[in-house]
């Protein structure tokens, strides 16, 4: 029944990831970097504390009372995944939520399952298992097998895309995906996918948080929401610094207060966009805690995401015009990188058993 509860929380959390980007897509008259502020505002600064404050009475004194080193660790991994966060928005916004999604989180897949045995060959840790350890064992070797199967589908999700590119003019290209531009996409989601896998690696820094919280005598289902809300931090930083960079260079500041802009509404779907967001994470921390595997959780959860968001690149016709051979790349690509979480979470099995 556990396991269970934990799929039922990683879909939901995992519906979320996938569709918070849609009521971007109501955003009139305003520039990318302002409604990715307003969006983030509510995703980073204050949607994760008042989760914590419903669900982990107390908080704020875990976090005064957690090691400089920790919350350190947690707000650096922070950084590094807000730069994947920031691109990840980059990615969507140049290939489309159904090819966008499916390359930017095969790579974060791929590499939050080992990103965290890379730096625990750099710095042992008792209990942890390192990359080395991996490659030594049978359990690590089928979850390696997975990753480069994960890394095949994203090839052929990429080639896809560059088929798309050549097969459809670019006012059918731009009616479905206003900015798509391949070349950009591709690089921006590469980027994200390698640094979003570092959130994967944040919540297992600041795990003596959760720990925290769970001696407390606090339910043990909320216990990464007071990890939240420091990792956040890191990734709240580095998309402020960003799109302040962005304003000064577009001159985009007046956005705000642009009386010819629906501001009403775009302020609305921002900060709905923004709630969605944080809301698989929120789900996530529920579903983790119940199959009690940070990496298999991982990877339940971008599977969920990919299969979402290709339902809605779907609904929204985002190939549409395209040839069947194309259209059977995409499904290709989509089902390897299925298959991958799929070979992952057996490796993890096989470790557990």
């Keep these: 029944m556990q396991v269970i509860l934990g799929i039922i929380f990683h879909f939901i959390g995992g519906f979320a990831s996938g569709s918070f980007y849609i009521p971007f897509r109501k955003v009139k008259g305003w520039s990318w970097e302002t409604y990715w502020v307003i969006g983030g505002l509510f995703s980073w600064l204050i949607v994760p504390p008042l989760a914590a404050w419903f669900t982990l009475p107390g908080f704020r004194e875990i976090i005064a009372s957690s090691s ?48 965290p045995s890379v730096y625990y060959a750099i710095v042992p840790t008792s209990g942890k298992t390192s990359i080395i350890e991996m490659f030594g064992s049978g359990w690590g070797q089928v979850v390696l097998m997975g990753v480069a199967i994960c890394l095949f589908g994203i090839y052929l999700c990429g080639v896809a895309g560059m088929r798309k590119e050549a097969e459809l003019p670019d006012h059918t290209k731009k009616a479905t995906v206003a900015e798509f531009d391949l070349v950009k996409g591709l690089l921006v989601a590469v980027t994200s996918g390698i640094l979003s896998s570092c959130f994967n690696f944040g919540i297992e820094a600041g795990k003596p948080m959760a720990e925290h919280a769970v001696a407390l005598g606090l339910n043990p289902l909320y216990q990464n929401n007071v990890t939240y809300v420091v990792l956040l931090w890191g990734g709240l930083a580095t998309n402020l610094v960003w799109c302040f960079i962005l304003h000064l260079k577009n001159r985009s500041w007046p956005d ?8 009403a509404g775009n302020y609305f779907f921002s900060a709905i966009a923004g709630t969605t967001w944080f809301l698989q994470f929120f789900f996530y921390g529920m ?14 959860h971008m599977a969920f995401i990919i299969l979402v968001a290709n339902g809605w690149g779907m609904i929204l016709r985002e190939w549409r015009g395209v040839t069947i051979r194309t259209r059977w790349t995409i499904v290709a690509g989509i089902g390897a990188i299925l298959l991958s979480v799929l070979v992952v979470g057996y490796g993890n099995a096989i470790k557990l058993s």
């Design 68 to 115: 400089p080193r920790t919350i350190e660790f947690t707000i650096l991994f922070g950084v590094l995944w807000g730069i994947g966060g920031l691109t990840y928005g980059l990615g969507v916004r140049y290939l489309g939520m159904s090819l966008g999604n499916s390359v930017v989180l095969g790579f974060c897949s791929a590499f939050g399952a080992i990103v």
């Design 256 to 263: 705000y207060i642009n009386g010819t802009a629906p501001l």
């Design 287 to 300: 579903g983790e805690s119940k199959l009690g595997n940070g990496a298999s959780s991982w990877i339940l």
